[in-house]
């Protein structure tokens, strides 16, 4: 498949959400009459420099410079919102809580949840791609 039709393929940032309120969501222009359901992921990314190989000269292509990755949390007809889905790699360990306040009373151990990360620097006209 060439550049053109690659292109072809891939989703544009149409909308990004007020990050006060939504900092997770965007919205791409691909939907329903696209093929688009809940729960189909993408990988956004703006585009970067140009590359050429300092050894041979030929050009590598332009680097992808990663927003985040998203899964679809509402279908129109030409739209799609897009929720992150990334995680915090630095929020692990256990919660570990005494049942009825006491303190030699029983203990409940939980995995501490991952917390979910908005898209970084995401902005209209970067690209989506289905992953």
Do not use: C, W
Not at 107 to 113: C, H, R, V, W, Y
């Amino acid at each position: 498949m060439d550049e053109v039709s690659v292109a072809a393929d891939l989703a544009k940032v149409v909308h990004v959400a007020d990050t006060q309120y939504l900092p997770f969501e965007i919205v791409i222009n691909r939907g329903k009459r696209h093929g688009l359901k809940e729960g189909d992921r993408f990988l956004v990314f703006g585009i970067g420099p140009h590359v050429i190989d300092p050894d041979t000269g030929d050009s590598l292509g332009r680097i992808e410079l990663v927003r985040g990755r998203g899964e679809v949390v509402h279908v129109q007809e030409s739209l799609a919102t897009l929720r992150s889905v990334e995680q915090s790699r630095t929020r692990r360990g256990k919660r570990i809580t005494r049942q009825y306040g006491s303190i030699s009373g029983p203990t409940i151990e939980e995995d501490i949840p991952p917390e979910l990360m908005p898209f970084e620097g995401v902005a209209i006209g970067d690209t989506a791609r289905p992953i």
